[in-house]
Every structure is written in C-alpha cells, then in structure tokens.
C-alpha cells in the first residue's frame, strides 16, 4: 500500500472523501505499490478501489469513463539505489559537502521510463521484466557500457554475469523499445569489446532504437583504485572514423545511423559537428548527443530575427564551460558582434569544484561562473548556459542565480533558447526577474 499525499479537488476521490494520509491499498485486486500502478491500473471503466484509513480498510465501487483519473495524488516514490560499483561512476566522483541528491545512485527502471535516466538493469529480475512487459514501460534508456560478460562485470564491479543480453532480448521480443549507451573507458570496452557491443546492439535494432557513445568523466575527486585514461583529442579522432564505417553500413541497411557518439567527441576532436540530419530525430539528446548542432541550428533560424543595431551601447558576456567555448566564440559571439551598438565578449570558466578535466558547461556551478567574472570589466548583461541550474533553480553548489547575480553585482541570465527576451532585457524593456 502507498500513502495518499493529496487529493485534486471535484475529483473522484474527493466524492469518495479519501483525504491526505490515507492509504492505497488494491485497484481491482491488483496491489498498488507506487504511481506507475496507479495510472496503469485506473484506466479503467469499472473500479473495485481499496484504501485504508486509520488502519480501517474500505472497498468502493466505481463507474467511471475509462481514461478519467480517480484524482489521487501519490507520496514520491522511493528510488531504487543502484547496487553497482562501477569503476567510472561519476556519482562517487562528486566532491563532499553537496547537497544529498548529488550522492544518490540511481538504478530505478521506473524513472528510467519516466524521465529517461540510464538504468543497467542489474537488479532487474523476472517480476520486474514481466511488469515492465505488463505494463508497458516503453521506451527504456539501458546503460550497456558491454555485451562482453567479463568487460562489463568488470566496468560494473559485479560478481557474476547479469545476463544483460538475454534481459534486453526478452523486452524486445515483447515489443519494448531501448535507448541504449555505452560510457567508452579507453583501453577497457574499445576495440574488439566495442565492435561486439555495437553488433549484439544493431542485432536488437528494431526495438534498441539508438546507441549512443559518451566518454568517460573523471573528476580531481576520483578515489578507485582502478586507473582510468581520459579520452584524449587523438583517441577522439580514432573513434569518430571507427563510428563512421559502422554508420555507412548501417544506414545502408536501415536508413538511419544507429550509433552516435556524443557531441564530447566532435569538439575533443576538434572536428565539425554534423548536419542535422545525422542524428536521425536526436533520439539521444538529453544524453549530449546532437545538442551542439540543435543550439546552432536554432541559433541560425534566431539569427535571422537579430535587429541590425540597438539604440543604446550595450556589453553582453557569455559564460561557458572550456568544452564549448570555440564554437560560442567562432559562431554565437561572431553573429552578436555584428550587431551595431553591442559588445560582445565571452568568458571561459574553467571547473573548480570537479576539476580543470571536466569541461563541459552543465557541471560549472555558480562559484566556477563567480571566479570566472568576478574580475573581469562590467556587462549590461551575463548570459549563462542552459541546464546550469537544477528544477529549485540552484547550481550544484547550491548557488542561486540571485546570490550570483548578486555577488557579481551584475544581471544575469540563464538561456533559455528565446533571444528576444535577452534582447528586451538590453533594451530595459522586460525584467530580468
């Protein structure tokens, strides 16, 4: 049974009377253990609902129209932990003294459906394949990492084989669509162990639906035992021709590339990032694959909107992360100065709560932005990242946009995509907050 949080108003709980602290028990005789239940189970026109108040169970009866939601408002699940002990984990990574989210491993398949985190399956056993089934949680977001039982077990710090391959065969045999990728650690799961990943993923390809290669992040505050090499701008190179030769066959044979290696390749490389049309509907994007060649794309459809000059002399700096810094330079920052009356600069912040190694923008936290400006002359505007701040809008420091905006005694802005409103914030015509 789950504790009933809320009740919506005029719904059909409320008719029912149901009330916060009240307790879910069964719909339709099948046990109600978090949200996903619940809205799985409602759907239906006839309800035998179960709850429990004070310790005293009531059973009502329902008739309602099929898709009507009985109004019940569920505590927050409880995240099933990972019990890995990956070598790469980024989580074990983090520096003390973050808030307590930052330290928890997540490995729920249910938010992996939900939000789309990466989940290994590992403690995915048959009740769990056969709710997913059920209940059709699809599409999943699998971290492979290897289908080479001893690289995995390796990279997972597990004991035994998980049998990852024959989990993925059963939901794809019962039509469950995959996200899959793989954490490249060089020397590891490369060469022959990559090439047989990919394959066993391509063999699965009409549910695994996209493959995505991200490499390792290591942090100054890494304390496994195991060495680990970061991938390097040579190593960068060397993967993109590999992932190449695999995509020709691949969209050969299906239309579509298949394997994507993270935008992180293309600029360690220092290679061009692709076309839109390489990313096949950026199925992995959230993962960091294809979100360059988004934000430039809608930067050029942008572009074409900027006024030819601004009425008043006005600086704007943005503020980016190491990884990204020659593409907002060489594209946004070069497009912006060409507006008459506005000077533009670009200030690089390098990371110093995970180490100068990290350098992609969305794990700077507000400190790392403060040191990167403090000392540097005014602006009428600092333009932030997107994704630099959490959903209670903090930075991993637990910063907020105020406190920095306020220690730099400067405006401060996180993109949001809508350049019009940076603009009207120059102009003085809309509010910064």
């Known amino acids: 049974m789950v504790r009933i949080k809320d009740v919506a108003g005029g719904s059909i709980a409320a008719s029912l009377k149901l009330r916060s602290g009240d307790e879910l028990v069964e719909i339709n005789g099948h046990r109600i253990r978090d949200e996903i239940d619940l809205r799985f189970y409602e759907v239906d026109q006839h309800i035998e609902l179960k709850c429990a108040h004070n310790g005293k169970v009531a059973l009502y009866e329902i008739e309602k129209e099929i898709d009507e939601p009985l109004g019940i408002v569920l505590d927050d699940m409880k995240v099933l932990r990972c019990g890995n002990n ?16 930052l330290y928890i491993r997540d ?49 997972l710090g597990l004991r035994k084989d998980d049998h990852l391959l024959e989990k993925m065969r059963f939901l794809a045999n019962h039509g469950i669509d995959m996200h899959a ?81 993270s935008d992180e390749f293309f600029l360690l490389a220092e290679e061009k990032i692709p076309d839109s049309g390489y990313y096949d509907g950026f199925p992995q994007i959230e993962n960091g694959v ?56 670009v200030a ?49 420091d637990d910063w907020t946009l105020g406190e920095l905006s306020m220690k730099l005694d400067q405006n401060v802005l996180v993109f949001d995509g809508n350049w019009g409103h940076v603009f009207r914030i120059l102009h003085k015509k809309e509010n910064l907050h």
């Not at 399956?121 to 289908?147: D, F, W």
């Not at 946004?332 to 060409?338: I, P, Q, T, Y």
């Open 348 to 396: 690089v912040a390098s990371n110093r709560l995970f180490g100068k190694s990290v350098t992609v923008a969305g794990l700077l936290s507000g400190k790392c932005f403060y040191e990167a400006l403090h000392d540097q002359p005014r602006s009428d505007l600092v333009l932030l990242p997107p994704d630099v701040l959490n959903e209670d809008e903090l930075f991993l």
């Open 181 to 261: 990728q793989i954490v490249l650690c060089p020397g590891i799961n490369d060469g022959a162990s990559l090439q047989q990943t990919i394959q066993d993923m391509w063999e699965l390809r009409d549910h695994v639906i996209s493959l995505a290669i991200v490499p390792v992040g290591l942090t100054d505050h890494r304390a496994s035992p195991v060495p680990l090499q970061r991938v390097d701008k040579l190593y960068a190179k060397d993967l993109l021709q590999t992932v190449r030769g695999w995509q020709e066959r691949f969209r050969a044979i299906a239309g579509r590339n298949f394997v994507y290696p």
């Open 86 to 101: 990956c070598i790469f984990c980024f989580v074990d990574q983090n520096p003390r003294g973050l808030r307590d989210a």
């Open 290 to 345: 294809g979100m360059v060649r988004s934000f430039l794309d809608q930067f050029a459809r942008a572009s074409s909107q900027f006024p030819r000059r601004i009425p008043e002399q006005k600086t704007i700096t943005l503020a980016t992360g190491v990884l990204a810094s020659p593409f907002i330079r060489d594209v946004v920052a070069k497009r912006l100065s060409k507006i008459t009356g506005l000077d533009v600069r």
């Open 107 to 155: 490995g729920d398949y249910r938010l992996s459906f939900m939000y789309g985190n990466y989940t290994t399956l590992t403690n995915a056993g048959n009740a769990i394949l056969q709710r997913i089934v059920e209940q059709r949680l699809s599409p999943l977001y699998i971290s492979v990492h290897s289908t080479v039982p001893d690289i995995r077990r390796r990279l």
